[in-house]
């Protein structure tokens, strides 16, 4: 049952998953669905694989409720209700991380937000405009806006841990960047040029003070039984600064990793490796 909220004189929903009560204040991951959808759509459409973080009560995990089915995002390009109507989902945000400091005994300086598709561009909104309310980020199936699209472009991040997770055949948002085709523009009212998943970790790299070269390595190969989605991890680590890295789902889609399988037309999920793994070692793993 969702739980409401009032932000900016509107009725804003959330659906929390994991206990009130904790021994400890407990880091908190937010999670931010895509064009079309809700909470409880993206929790299905994930097969609940975001759940798993709150197991045993290890963290609280939120869903977030769009404003009819999307965020109000800082690509310049955007025609959905949520940016004609102006909403103000930064602080429906941080209304949310207050409310469960309060009943969640949340800890608001472990604060992970994680998005996919328009989801994930509204995490880069936050990293940019209020990055003082969160201590990472995970962006899935979504690039940063080329600057001429991106309303906060001239802004710096927030420096934090980010993973990018793409598939190189993603159908929506190209792996490669550019401008989405008619179609997808037409259904999801968005517009503009993107950069590419690898410019995107590099941008934030930078900005996250890394100088040395990437590491590349295969992290779930392709095999017989996976010849046709295979994961390639490319990491920016220096001492001291915090860590980028790009999961590359090489023949994957506009999806999420797990054993859920999407709709055939956002093309192919990789089944061996699941999101809610992938997050919980990289943001385990030291700087």
Do not use: C
């Not at 993603?170 to 410019?199: H, I, N, T």
């Not at 001492?239 to 797990?258: F, I, K, Q, S």
């Amino acid at each position: 049952m969702p739980d409401s909220i009032e932000v900016d004189g509107r009725t804003r929903s959330f659906t929390v998953v994991g206990p009130a009560d904790a021994d400890a204040p407990r880091p908190l991951v937010l999670i931010f669905h895509g064009s079309k959808q809700n909470g409880a759509k993206h929790q299905k459409f994930t097969g609940h694989t975001f759940d798993a973080l709150a197991k045993n009560g290890a963290a609280v995990v939120v869903y977030l409720d769009g404003y009819r089915g999307n965020w109000n995002d800082a690509r310049r390009a955007s025609r959905f209700p949520a940016r004609l109507a102006e909403i103000d989902d930064v602080g429906f945000t941080r209304a949310v991380i207050r409310r469960l400091a309060d009943t969640h005994r949340i800890d608001p300086e472990r604060v992970l937000a994680v998005g996919y598709s328009n989801g994930g561009q509204m995490v880069m909104r936050l990293v940019h405009e209020a990055p003082e309310l969160i201590s990472g980020a995970v962006v899935i199936a979504a690039t940063l806006p080329a600057p001429e699209n991106f309303l906060l472009s001239g802004t710096t991040p927030g420096a934090m841990p980010v993973l990018l997770i793409h598939g190189t055949k993603d159908p929506v948002v190209a792996y490669s960047g550019g401008e989405m085709s008619w179609w997808a523009r037409r259904l999801f009212k968005v517009g503009g040029r993107s950069r590419s998943a690898p410019a995107t970790a590099a941008y934030f790299a930078e900005h996250n003070g890394i100088t040395t070269a990437p590491t590349t390595k295969t992290i779930d190969g392709p095999t017989a039984s996976t010849s046709k989605t295979w994961v390639e991890r490319t990491e920016y680590r220096q001492d001291g600064h915090p860590p980028v890295a790009l999961l590359t789902v090489h023949g994957g889609g506009h999806t999420v990793p797990g054993l859920q399988k999407a709709p055939f037309v956002v093309g192919r999920t990789h089944q061996e490796v699941d999101t809610a793994d992938l997050i919980a070692e990289f943001f385990d793993r030291p700087a």
